[in-house]
């Protein structure tokens, strides 16, 4: 099955997206160290901030989320499906750092993910090279998810 995503333009406002790096930016002492779900070694390297730290921009991206969601689904061919949680955190991804191939929903504790988002935020004028998202394209046999090597190439807007 080809990758599948939609890009939303403006998600958050400008005056939202640069009080949002301001916080998260101050709050770059309480970022932990990200891991996986399933624990692989050396797999992931990036920091993060949970949604716990960060209550106001949570709950602004689920209301957006909530807000948008009808349109994303009918653009991306999706059945409505009930909501059973958004998961929100912050990660930030320094020189060097990396997650490597995986799937969202691979594990026990994801399994049930439908949809997977992905916000960027940096500062303009943007002081990095790199940072792109690949979406490979996946194949649903006897229950087991196969990652074929195609992928689409999204680059950080």
Same mark, same amino acid.
């Given at each position: ?54 209550? /106001? ?9 909530? %807000? ?15 909501? /059973? ?35 960027? +935020?940096? %500062? ?16 649903? %046999? ?8 195609? +992928? %689409? ?5």
């Amino acid at each position: 099955m080809r990758a599948n995503y939609v890009e939303v333009k403006d998600f958050l406002s400008p005056e939202e997206n640069e009080k949002f790096i301001r916080e998260a930016i101050n709050r770059r002492q309480q970022y932990m160290e990200s891991n996986t779900t399933t624990k692989a070694d050396q797999y992931r390297q990036s920091y993060v901030l949970f949604s716990k730290k960060i209550p /106001a921009l949570s709950t602004l991206i689920r209301e957006r989320i909530k %807000q948008k969601l009808p349109e994303l689904l009918e653009q991306l061919n999706f059945s409505p499906f009930k909501i /059973a949680e958004i998961e929100v955190q912050l990660t930030a991804h320094n020189d060097g750092c990396y997650y490597k191939i995986h799937n969202d929903a691979r594990s026990e504790k994801t399994a049930s993910r439908q949809i997977t988002y992905v916000y960027y +935020f940096y %500062q303009e004028p943007k002081a990095f090279s790199g940072g792109e998202l690949k979406l490979y394209d996946t194949e649903l %046999q006897n229950s087991t998810i196969i990652t074929h090597f195609n +992928f %689409q190439t999204i680059t950080p807007h």
